[in-house]
């Protein structure tokens, strides 16, 4: 079992930038692709970023490419998004997920809100 806790949400003015973190349990965390996910009112949640245990592969959606930078330090088992030039659109409750075999995300955080004011 893998427990995973968000921190770092918050409400900013557009333009600005908040870093999420993500706590992970598990003594084998360096194995795991991490994950973000969004889900903003009314729509269906949504991939952000991931990256491979190594650290040394990331994607991302296109919509944040140049602004977010998910990060990890396998050391602290943390996972990180950093987020700049933030826009209205992205507020959502942002969600951490973690990948431990197979192409599904097995575990999940409990989510924390983002708001981006104009």
């Known amino acids: 079992q893998v427990q995973l806790v968000e921190s770092g949400g918050g409400l900013v003015q557009a333009g600005g930038s908040l870093r999420l973190s993500c706590a992970a349990s598990?003594?084998?965390?360096?194995?795991?692709?991490m994950a973000w996910f969004r889900q903003a009112p009314g729509k269906e949640r949504e991939f952000v970023a991931n990256?491979?245990?190594?650290?040394?592969?990331?994607y991302y959606r296109d919509s944040v490419k140049g602004r977010f930078t998910i990060s990890r330090d396998n050391a602290k088992n943390t996972v990180y998004l950093q987020m700049n030039s933030l826009k209205p659109e992205d507020t959502a409750v942002y969600y951490c997920?973690?990948?431990?075999?197979?192409?599904?995300?097995?575990?999940w955080g409990q989510g924390t809100q983002v708001t981006v004011s104009s």
């Open positions: 997920a973690a990948r431990v075999g197979g192409d599904a995300y097995d575990y």
């Open positions: 598990g003594r084998t965390f360096s194995t795991y692709t």
């Open positions: 990256i491979r245990g190594s650290g040394s592969i990331t």
